[in-house]
Every structure is written in structure tokens, then in C-alpha cells.
């Protein structure tokens, strides 16, 4: 379901789909995270904070939903915060790839991370 949103329409940066066929290798466990908070950088402490199981994924498609105008500065500390938590072999996920919806709850920005293990 989540794959589905990842690469459905509305994206604000529009998914490739080399990324699903990476994603989708063979013999691989997926697990999803939702996280929902009141701003992105939260979303993003809570996901390296709370789920270290993301320091052993093989690939990660995240989605970012807005609650409305979308500050794209936000966006890049979310993936900043990210990148500098997650040191082990981050550069090397296949894929590592997110897009941005503007559809949350209204006061809430959401996180969904798909991890391939």
C-alpha cells in the first residue's frame, strides 16, 4: 500500500521507477514506519531515534506528507538529519529516494519510511 502512495500521483518530486526495481530485489524483508509530529525535523529525529533497525537497511523510499505550503528548506534538514544519523553505509542504500505530498492532517507532518532489509 505505502509502495503505491510512493509512486502515485501527486508527488511534488516524481518518483523514478528504477527505484522500484532496485527496491524490490530479490529476497528481501520490508518493514514501514509512519511517523506523524509537528514539524519534519522532529519526523526525522524520531525515525533515527526511535527505529535504529534503519542503520541495517539495504534501501529507503521515504515520503513526506505536508499539511500545507511546503518550505522546501524544511525538507532538506528532515534529509540532512537523516543522512548525518544513519553513517552506516547511508551513501550506499539501493534505493535512497523521497518525494513530498501535500495531503496530511491539518497541524501534523508525517513521515513514512519503507525500509528493505
Same mark, same amino acid.
Given at each position: 500500500?505505502?509502495?503505491?502512495a ?24 520490508y518493514?514501514?514506519?509512519? *511517523?506523524? $509530529? %509537528? ?9 533515527? @531515534?526511535? =527505529?535504529?533497525?534503519?542503520?541495517? !537497511? ?23 538529519? *537523516?543522512? $548525518? %544519523? ?9 534505493? @535512497?529516494? =523521497?518525494?513530498?505530498?501535500e495531503? !496530511? ?13
Amino acid at each position: 500500500m505505502e509502495l503505491m502512495a510512493f509512486f502515485g500521483e501527486g508527488a511534488r518530486i516524481v518518483p523514478n521507477l528504477q527505484d522500484l526495481r532496485e527496491f524490490l530485489a530479490p529476497r528481501r524483508l520490508y518493514k514501514v514506519v509512519k *511517523i506523524s $509530529e %509537528s514539524s519534519f525535523e522532529k519526523c526525522a529525529y524520531a525515525l533515527v @531515534d526511535n =527505529f535504529p533497525e534503519c542503520t541495517r !537497511a539495504l534501501g529507503m523510499l521515504r515520503y513526506y506528507r505536508s499539511p500545507g505550503e511546503v518550505y522546501w528548506e524544511d525538507i532538506e534538514r528532515a534529509e540532512n538529519i *537523516i543522512a $548525518e %544519523s544513519l553513517t552506516m553505509d547511508v551513501y550506499g542504500w539501493e534505493p @535512497d529516494a =523521497f518525494t513530498l505530498f501535500e495531503t !496530511a492532517e491539518p497541524g501534523h507532518y508525517e513521515l513514512v519510511a519503507i525500509l528493505a532489509f
